[in-house]
T-cell receptor, first 114, second 116 residues
Framework: SQTIHQWPATLVQPVGSPLSLECTVEGTSNPNLYWYRQAAGRGLQLLFYSVGIGQISSEVPQNLSASRPQDRQFILSSKKLLLSDSGFYLC?????????????FGPGTRLTVL | AQKVTQAQTEISVVEKEDVTLDCVYETRDTTYYLFWYKQPPSGELVFLIRRNSFDEQNEISGRYSWNFQKSTSSFNFTITASQVVDSAVYFCALSVNTGTASKLTFGTGTRLQVTL
């Protein structure tokens, strides 16, 4: 069966510090991968998605970037965090090659920028 | 552009009551897919159901049922005989065929509180 991992689970960082959140998927090959952010009391906003190694699409202009160095690894980064980057970050995967499949989500990382 | 509206921000019911969560969507695409997800206090989103725009049959899964009506662009979710474990935030979402990636547009969610 497929599983998706995210770490760390929680993170408190000062403004201006770098960020690296990692997401890995097991039990599937060539998945589509996604990063979402959920601000407090809000819905989910798609930040990035990837259909393959090295292929990144950005949905909203922002202070963050994403990379996919391996087939089942998706990384969310920032060089300098802003207060507005605080939120709950969720990674998700779906079966590759099909645009309409359901997405399966990881446990999330709660980021607080102080 | 796609839009999903969940007008109910928060609903409180007593256990064993039935409750319906509303979802209204907007899209110009004729082929689209609708989803419901559950987000318990732990934070992880749990997939509940996917429906495509060509299948308007209602679906029942245990205490859960979904009513899809294209005429009103709605995809409502009913929980029968609610239980405390149903307490969570529920999200409705929509995706259209935009290539090889499934890009979900989420509503803002409905927080359901079930009390004894």
């Amino acid at each position: 069966s497929q599983t998706i991992h995210q770490w760390p689970a929680t993170l408190v960082q000062p403004v201006g510090s770098p960020l690296s959140l990692e997401c890995t998927v097991e039990g599937t090959s060539n998945p589509n991968l996604y990063w979402y952010r959920q601000a407090a009391g809000r819905g989910l906003q798609l930040l990035f998605y990837s259909v393959g190694i090295g292929q990144i699409s950005s949905e909203v202009p922002q202070n963050l970037s994403a990379s996919r160095p391996q087939d089942r690894q998706f990384i969310l980064s920032s060089k300098k965090l802003l207060l507005s980057d605080s939120g709950f970050y969720l990674c998700a995967w779906s079966v590759g090659g099909t645009p309409t499949n359901e997405q399966f989500f990881g446990p999330g990382t709660r980021l607080t920028v102080l | 552009a796609q839009k999903v509206t969940q007008a109910q921000t928060e609903i409180s019911v007593v256990e064993k009551e039935d409750v319906t969560l509303d979802c209204v969507y907007e899209t110009r695409d004729t082929t689209y897919y609708l989803f419901w997800y559950k987000q318990p206090p732990s934070g992880e989103l749990v997939f509940l159901i996917r429906r495509n725009s060509f299948d308007e049959q209602n679906e029942i899964s245990g205490r859960y049922s979904w009513n899809f009506q294209k005429s009103t662009s709605s995809f409502n979710f009913t929980i029968t005989a609610s239980q405390v474990v149903d307490s969570a935030v529920y999200f409705c979402a929509l995706s259209v065929n935009t290539g090889t990636a499934s890009k979900l547009t989420f509503g803002t969610g409905t927080r359901l509180q079930v009390t004894l």
